[in-house]
């Protein structure tokens, strides 16, 4: 489905991101995985068209720069790692925007095939609720799950996240995760996420992309990726040891 | 005063609460075209109008009342309505934009860039031959398109993505840069000081029909685009990287409207000169009542702009009575006052 | 407000008149105007030093008539030439534009930007200045500087007579200016008339750029009493802006309009009968409409007679 091929970003002199290549196929979840950084976010930003770059990104064998920003937002949707909105938008208004790429002409509205697939988001995110706050009046999670929804409204084949599931309590990063792995299951649909947790990498993703100062240290099955000698490279540290270490105290 | 139940119950305005908006400006122009510096009875003031519309004529003691209603006030209230919308709907979709809810056509060195355009035209007494409007318009339109372009081309070459905060700090420089490029204009030009500083005070005296017919066609174009813009202003609003996100062309869609507000903005700068504070305060009051949501927020912001326009005139036409006062001086009191009000209640209410 | 007034008064004084007197400071120079005496020196024989009051009661003696002067305000430029002092002027506030061979003499900063070091470097013996804008400080820098420097200050004719007068003497041309005076005086009694029950519109600022007008305290208003016309915005303090509605409906029987034309467009008059809405005023309706664009009926100089004379002959033709 999207195919990186030599992808590179240069602020200035310095070099974020370093002739990087992958592909997505549907069915996947790859996780970025690499320390602070390392050029994640930057690649996220260059898959939404948000940063100029050399080398080539393809969606369905077609140059995303080809594709005008609503056909494109159709087909991928990308959720940003922060969030700050200024106004007293309510969570829904925002949720709503994610319809933004299926309206055409002049003076266009929200349809009411957009209601259904926004109330059923807003329940499956569990904002139904409080869909009528304001997003300025809200928890720093309740605005991640808004971000999310308006994300899964857009209706892509492909959902870009920056940590998903940043500030969230341990009980909706669950069922954030599980609601995701659910969704991949639908047909053609594939997910790119950028993931701190590698136990959440790891459980969850099917292929990972190591990244280390825009470079690639590692790609391909997430469990073949994830090895200790990646990891020690990645991280400059024993990453594989120290997660043993931990969670062994919980067996 | 400003609750979360307060919000949900902005999101059900609807078609009534813009009648209720509709009716309170008519009752404003009604009040407005009544009330003069001259005083005429209400009685007087409908029949002179209705002679003029249906072309009767008028008994002898009534043709200079005629004059001062149908001539004089008739136009000039209109002309106020309708620069206090253009300037509202400006300010409003510049907040949205610019994601800045101080943000207005001042800010970003629009309107100081239109004023430079008609003080050129007025120092060195450019008119275009054969042309209906006077060349301190069309010159304010350009030098506000001018200074536009030239605000984003530089944020442009400075960060490359146009940053929203890079484009106000480069609008307020812009804004000081024109200033001192007008004072150096009327240092030189030194015959038409006179006439540059009256301008530059500004007045919507003297607004003929010929003026009304300009800004509702200007109006009409530029606002009917612009609302045809609020879901995308919505996406700048919330931000502009999330704009980006879900489908918005984000610098198509901007560059539409800085032309758009450049274009309103010069108009009503060429007309009225520059009033301060209508655009900033209006969209911030309405905001308040409707709710940040600019499929509501343009349109109140329209009706709400005229109603606030009409009646700062009215004050600067009859406080000092027979003398007027400049009405920037009125919307920059009243909107000062206003805004310290709105700014003080919402902070105590968080 | 009132300070605003007071602040749109003065940009107003310094912009069209090109003076630096205001009425702003009227309250501080009226009562000393009043009590001012103009002390006569004898020049019979020996003694060349000439002392004046000037015009804010301050006493100036200098050892002899004065030969280099730098004078700010534009009428003060139009009474030194009028009494054959125009040589000895060495600078000319940047506003002076009258007679046309002022504009040869090096121009300063005047008003607000009233630049010392630039009035220094003429080396004048006597600096006439309105009262606004400068300091006390400013005053004794100059003072310390060898600069005397003399205030003049009319409000009005009668003003502008002492200031006629203080400037003869100070420039040892007595008869000159008592001469200057009598002309003008006679002028003016020509021009007197009873109240003519007409009445007149000064027009300062066009309609395209807000209308202002002259009230009370302004030498417009002083010259239209003085030819029996009523000033239909003698209601109003000094310059302001006024109401078109106002204009119409106080309808009045001649126009008066200072805006100058610069040879494109209509003319200020033309202009004038254009206007919608203007057309019943009884000056449209007659043409009874004059243009006065050289602050012939502003400045507290020697044109003030030709200013009245020319609204005179426009009122009697």
Redesign the interface.
């Known amino acids: 489905m999207l195919r990186v091929e030599n992808l590179s970003v240069k602020y200035d002199a310095l070099q974020i991101l370093n002739d990087v290549s992958f592909e997505v196929v549907s069915g996947q979840w790859l996780m970025l995985v690499g320390p602070n950084g390392a050029g994640k976010s930057t690649l996220v930003t260059a898959l939404s068209k948000g940063v100029s770059y050399t080398g080539k990104v393809c969606l369905h064998d077609r140059d995303i720069m080809e594709y005008r920003n609503q056909d494109y937002a159709r087909q991928v949707s990308v959720m940003a790692q922060s969030h700050y909105v200024n106004y007293h938008f309510t969570i829904r208004e925002v949720v709503e925007l994610g319809r933004y790429a299926y309206h055409k002409g002049l003076f266009k509205d929200v349809t009411s095939t957009d209601n259904e697939i926004i109330d059923h988001i807003l329940d499956i995110t569990g904002l139904a609720p409080i869909q009528d706050r304001s997003v300025m009046r809200i928890s720093g999670g309740e605005l991640q799950r808004t971000f999310l929804a308006q994300a899964l409204v857009q209706d892509p084949e492909i959902l870009i996240l920056d940590e998903p599931t940043n500030n969230l309590d341990l009980l909706y990063q669950k069922e954030i995760f599980e609601l995701l792995e659910k969704w991949l299951r639908e047909k053609d649909r594939a997910i790119i996420s950028v993931v701190h947790n590698l136990s959440l990498a790891k459980h969850y993703g099917t292929e990972a992309l190591l990244l280390n100062k825009g470079q690639v240290v590692g790609s391909g099955k997430v469990g073949e990726v994830l090895n200790r000698d990646n990891l020690i490279n990645a991280f400059s540290m024993d990453v594989y040891g120290w997660m043993n270490e931990l969670f062994s105290e919980w067996k | 005063m400003m609750d979360i139940n307060a919000l949900a119950k902005k999101n059900k305005f609807r078609f009534l609460d813009y009648a209720v908006f509709g009716v309170i400006m008519l009752i404003v122009f009604v009040l407005c075209v009544a009330i003069?510096?001259?005083r005429v009875s209400f009685f007087d003031t409908v029949k002179v109008i209705w002679s003029a519309i249906w072309n009767i004529p008028l008994p002898e003691e009534l043709?200079?009342t005629s004059?001062?209603i149908?001539?004089?006030?008739l136009?000039?209230v209109i002309c106020v309505a309708l620069v206090g919308a253009s300037l509202s709907i400006c300010g409003g979709s510049m907040q949205g934009l610019l994601r800045n809810p101080l943000a207005d056509g001042s800010t970003l060195g629009v309107s100081t860039g239109a004023s430079l355009g008609a003080v050129i035209s007025i120092a060195f007494?450019i008119?275009l031959p054969n042309f209906p409007l006077s060349g301190t318009m069309v010159m304010a339109m350009l030098f506000a398109f001018l200074s536009i372009l030239f605000i984003i081309s530089l944020a442009n070459k400075i960060d490359g993505s146009l940053s929203t905060n890079t484009i106000i700090l480069i609008g307020v420089i812009y804004s000081m840069f024109a200033t001192s490029i007008i004072s150096l204009i009327t240092v030189m030009a030194?015959?038409k000081?006179?006439?540059i500083?009256?301008?530059t005070?500004?007045?919507l005296?003297?607004s003929?029909?010929t003026n009304v017919v300009i800004l509702s066609v200007v109006l009409l174009i530029c606002g009917a685009v612009l609302l045809s813009l609020s879901e995308e202003l919505n996406a700048f609003a919330i931000g502009e990287e999330n704009a980006r996100h879900i489908g918005v062309d984000v610098k198509k869609v901007r560059l539409i409207v800085l032309i758009l507000v450049s274009v309103l903005i010069g108009v009503c700068v060429s007309i009225g000169g520059s009033i301060a504070f209508v655009g900033l305060v209006t969209p911030h009051i309405v905001r308040m009542i409707v709710g940040p949501n600019y499929k509501k927020l343009l349109p109140a912001s329209i009706i709400c702009g005229a109603t606030f326009l009409m009646l700062a005139d009215l004050i600067a036409?009859i406080i000092?009575?027979?003398?007027?006062?400049?009405i920037g001086?009125v919307t920059s009191f009243v909107g000062a006052i206003v805004f310290v009000i709105i700014f003080y209640r919402t902070r105590k209410g968080k | 407000m009132k300070n605003?007034k007071k602040l749109f008064l003065v940009?107003m004084a310094v912009?069209?008149l090109g003076i630096t007197s205001c009425t702003a400071a009227t309250t501080v120079t009226s009562t000393v105007t009043n009590t001012q005496t103009v002390t006569e020196t004898k020049t019979v024989t020996v003694d060349p030093s000439v002392t004046v009051t000037d015009m804010t009661g301050r006493t100036i003696t200098l050892d002899q008539p004065a030969t280099r002067v730098v004078a700010l305000t534009a009428a003060d430029c139009e009474i030194l030439y009028a009494i054959g002092a125009g040589d000895t002027l060495v600078g000319r506030g940047?506003?002076c534009d009258y007679p046309v061979d002022v504009m040869s003499v090096a121009s300063v900063q005047s008003g607000y930007e009233t630049n010392i070091e630039q009035i220094l470097a003429l080396k004048p013996q006597v600096l006439l200045m309105g009262t606004m804008a400068q300091t006390e400080d400013q005053v004794k820098q100059l003072e310390a500087a060898g600069v005397h420097v003399v205030v003049s200050d009319a409000q009005d004719i009668a003003g502008t007579y002492q200031a006629i007068e203080m400037i003869g003497k100070l420039m040892g041309k007595e008869d000159n200016a008592a001469n200057l005076i009598k002309s003008m005086k006679a002028t003016f009694d020509k021009v007197s008339a009873k109240d003519t029950g007409k009445s007149i519109y000064f027009e300062v600022?066009p309609?395209?750029?807000?209308?202002?007008s002259a009230g009370k305290g302004t030498f417009m208003d002083e010259i239209a009493n003085l030819c029996g016309l009523k000033n239909i915005?003698g209601?109003?303090d000094g310059w302001?802006?006024?109401?078109?509605?106002?204009v119409?409906?106080?309808?009045p029987d001649y126009i008066v309009t200072i805006t100058?034309y610069?040879g494109?467009?209509p003319t200020p008059e033309e202009e004038i009968i254009s206007?919608?809405?203007?057309?019943?005023i009884t000056a449209v309706k007659n043409n009874a409409i004059l243009n006065l664009p050289n602050n012939e009926l502003s400045r507290p100089g020697p044109r003030l007679a030709d200013g009245a004379l020319a609204l005179y002959d426009f009122v009697n033709k």
């Open positions: 003069g510096s001259v043709v200079n004059s001062i149908v001539s004089v006030r136009p000039r007494g008119t030194s015959d000081v006179k006439q500083t009256f301008w005070m500004g007045s005296q003297g003929t029909y036409r000092l009575n027979p003398a007027e006062l400049p001086v | 605003l940009a912009l069209m940047e506003y600022s309609l395209q750029w807000g209308l202002w915005f209601d109003i302001a802006a006024v109401s078109e509605e106002q119409i409906e106080r309808n100058m610069y494109e467009g206007r919608a809405g203007w057309s019943n």
